[in-house]
């Protein structure tokens, strides 16, 4: 199998064309059955495998550095799979975001060497794609791959394509003028694994532009809705305590930006990445997978990293002091070593800066303090 060239991909859906001929989809199987002709014109029922079958599942890891993400992918192919994997596909965008250092490596080791690895525009949109060619993941063994990408992660879906699919025992041999069998060749492309007819699994993808964390806001907005799925329909979050405690970190992070407390900002998300770290490990024991983990913590450390500012502390020093006693209001107290303050009474304490000390602070300040 080989998708190297010509490969139509449309996800989400299956394309089926109008055929001349009838189609049957047995639902036990999940084969079609769809008629051919030989060169008497004879009609033949022929099976279609689609490239559907193939049983495995995916995980995710995520690293940063210098601004770029390291995805790396672990396909693990089901020992009980009726189908080898003959391609992994992860959509990825193309414009303003580089994919690099494009790999897969199937183990163990069949002697092909690495599966070729492609960045390029299809009709179903871009794709990073891993091709196993003629030697295909059998049953039992794992893919790794890998690539670095500017863009953040978000829930989306992962192809994987069974190889040996299409029509078993193929066309006849004269098909190629036999007109009556264009629709059922047209038919098989669509379920073969170029056209359509993967199976999808839901994982995590590099979708998500930056930029759309310029705003913190929405950048907030985008992880709670990443934690809504993760602990609902996905279950990546096994603990409904767990969902909570992080929901509420989130709660307070976008409140305290909202009224312009940015150290508040700031300790909401890191409490929120820590309690992630303390409820995940690479066992599976603990109810924060691997997916969930890396989703929410990459896109969580990116606000803190390169979009909220770090607040900074300058100093100020005041060049006089004084104060105001209500007993003798006329006097001036200015030469004296103390600022009275009294519990009770009527005395003021009185702080002079110099002008124009505070010009060389810029930015939102976030709090003050006089220190004596």
């Known amino acids: 199998m080989s998708l190297r060239f010509g490969l139509v991909l449309f996800f989400g859906f299956l394309v089926t064309p109008a055929y001349a001929q009838e189609v049957r989809f047995d639902p036990a199987s999940g084969d079609y059955f769809v008629t051919v002709f030989n060169d008497q014109l004879q009609p033949i029922e022929a099976r279609v495998v689609p490239a559907n079958k193939v049983a495995g599942e995916v995980s ?14 672990l396909v693990r192919e089901a020992s009980g799979s009726p189908q080898d994997l003959g391609a992994f596909l992860v959509p990825c965008p193309l414009d303003n975001a580089p994919f690099s250092s494009l790999r897969g490596i199937a183990e163990p080791d069949f002697g092909a060497g690495p599966w070729l690895a492609d960045h390029a525009a299809y009709a179903a949109g871009p794709v990073c794609s891993f091709d196993g060619g003629a030697i295909p993941l059998s049953p039992g063994g794992n893919l790794t791959v890998e690539f670095e990408t500017p863009q953040l992660p978000a829930i989306g879906a992962v192809l994987v394509v069974g190889a040996g699919a299409g029509i078993v025992g193929g066309i006849p041999a004269t098909d190629a003028g036999i007109e ?5 060749i047209l038919f098989e492309s669509t379920v073969d694994g170029t056209g359509g007819g993967w199976k999808e699994i839901t994982s995590v993808v590099p979708t998500r532009d930056p930029s759309l964390f310029d705003d913190p ?11 809504t799925k993760t602990c609902g329909t996905l279950a990546w979050i096994t603990s409904a305590g767990v969902c909570s405690d992080l929901a509420d970190d989130l709660t307070t992070a976008a409140s305290a930006f909202g009224s312009g407390d940015i150290v508040l900002t700031r300790d909401a998300l890191s409490g929120f990445i820590a309690e992630l770290e303390a409820q995940h490990d ?5 109810p924060v997978a691997g997916n969930a983990f890396y989703l929410l913590t990459t896109n969580a450390r ?4 390169n979009v909220l500012p770090v607040p900074t502390e300058s100093v100020i020093s005041a060049t006089a002091d004084t104060y105001l006693k209500r007993g003798t209001p006329n006097k001036n107290q200015g030469a004296d070593s103390i600022l009275r303050i009294r519990q009770s009474g009527k005395n003021r304490a009185l702080v002079r800066f110099a002008a124009g000390a505070f010009t060389g602070i810029t930015g939102q300040v976030v709090s003050a303090r006089i220190e004596v």
């Open 60 to 73: 995710v890891r995520i690293s940063t550095l210098d601004g770029q993400r390291q995805f790396s992918y």
């Open 180 to 184: 009556e069998n264009f629709p059922a």
């Open 217 to 227: 806001v929405a950048g907030i907005g985008l992880i709670q809705g990443d934690l």
């Open 282 to 286: 690479t066992t599976g024991a603990l």
């Open 302 to 305: 990116h606000l803190l990293d």
